[in-house]
């Protein structure tokens, strides 16, 4: 009988060796198994929450599509009218908060980049094509990077405007009164405090004082020509605003959006032309920080930099993937500008098709 024990119980861990053995051979599957960790991570929290993307501009709407469909994740949209200076206040605001309030990621004017920093607003992360990113349109430790940018440009209802402004002084003559407006609030919108700067430097100021672009708008406001309405698509097809200062890129998805109904003309000011750049970043309280590690990869692989470029953005990588053949043929004929040549013209800025470098120099001057 103690033969037979031995026997029962040498047979038991032989097999319990074949089991353990085959457990090695074929490990048990994982949640994400092979999948990336973060790409697993990311898909543990389930939710990524962006602040201020209208889908009209630069192509985010198709982005957010394909982000979703790619990794399977929800994608929560807070107010897509807010400026950069509203997201900033969502961050504050929702510091304690992990709901549905909370953004998770930023996108905001370049000059919003020192304030991120000194109040811990954000957390520092490399992307992959950090490398392909010029070291002055990035946070040398990660805290935002540059990722498009674009030209001050007039967005004109030409079907109410017969006779379309070419240069910032037209828009002071008495056939555009009740005609102008900006497209954002300047406290918080970059793309409004960007319209007074290029009409500054139009008028003999400088991007470290634009005192007189101010005085322009005083002189606009004192004509009647300026009408006080945060401007958009709407109010411009709808006469209520018919010309309105805007990112070229955003001033064309208006134009092909409307499809002449009514006619818009884009119209690059002959002075005071000025590029800005965004930057993004992660909210350092954000509820999905894999979510946002995450996005920021989608956004900054060629993949993602090609769907700014065709919202007709000037994605940060361009020089990059344009060098090594990346941008297909149907979209390399994107430039920043829609009028027929910008060289000689952007004094603040650069030329399309070039880096925009210098404006990001310009443009932290102007915002220390």
């Known amino acids: 009988m103690q033969q037979k024990h031995w026997d029962k119980l040498l047979i038991v861990l032989v097999l319990a060796a074949m089991v353990m053995a085959a457990c090695a051979e074929k490990p048990a599957p994982t949640t994400g198994g092979d999948e990336d960790p973060l790409v697993a991570a990311a898909k543990a929290e389930g939710q990524l929450t962006v602040i201020a993307l209208p889908h009209d501009w630069c192509n985010y709407g198709e982005a957010i599509e394909a982000f979703k469909a790619k990794y399977g994740l929800t994608v929560n949209e807070l107010n897509p009218d807010a400026g950069s200076g509203d997201e900033i206040e969502a961050i504050k605001a929702n510091k304690e908060s992990k709901g549905p309030q909370a953004p998770d990621v930023i996108d905001v004017g370049y000059g919003f980049g020192p304030q991120l920093i000194e109040e811990g607003l954000v957390m520092p992360y490399k992307v992959s094509t950090w490398d ?13 990077y540059g990722d498009y940018y674009g030209v001050m440009a ?85 006469g209520e605003t018919p010309i309105i200062m805007r990112w070229d890129y955003n001033a064309l998805a208006d134009k092909n959006a409307l499809a002449g109904n009514p006619n818009i003309e884009v119209v690059i000011p002959k002075t005071g032309v000025i590029a800005g750049v965004y930057i993004q970043a992660i909210s350092a309280y954000a509820p999905h920080p894999n979510a946002a590690k995450l996005w920021m990869e989608f956004l900054y692989s060629d993949e993602g930099q090609l769907y700014w470029l065709k919202g007709g953005c000037h994605p940060i990588r361009y020089n990059d993937m344009a060098a090594r053949n990346a941008i297909p043929a149907e979209l390399s004929a994107i430039r920043i500008a829609p009028s027929s040549s910008l060289s000689g013209k952007l004094r603040p800025s650069t030329a399309a098709g070039e880096s925009p470098s210098r404006c990001c120099r310009l443009m932290r001057s102007a915002s220390a």
Do not use: C, H
């Open 132 to 144: 392909s990113i010029a070291a002055e349109n990035k946070d040398p430790d990660g805290y935002w």
């Open 154 to 238: 007039f967005e004109v209802n030409s079907d109410i405007v017969k006779n379309v402004p070419q240069d910032w002084s037209d828009l002071l003559k008495p056939e555009y009164k009740g005609q102008v407006a900006l497209a954002g609030d300047p406290r918080v919108s970059a793309q409004a405090q960007m319209s007074i700067y290029g009409a500054a430097l139009a008028n003999g100021g400088t991007l470290d004082d634009v005192s007189a672009g101010l005085d322009f708008f005083k002189q606009l406001n004192d004509a009647g020509n300026f009408v006080p309405l945060v401007a958009k698509q709407a109010t411009v097809a709808k």
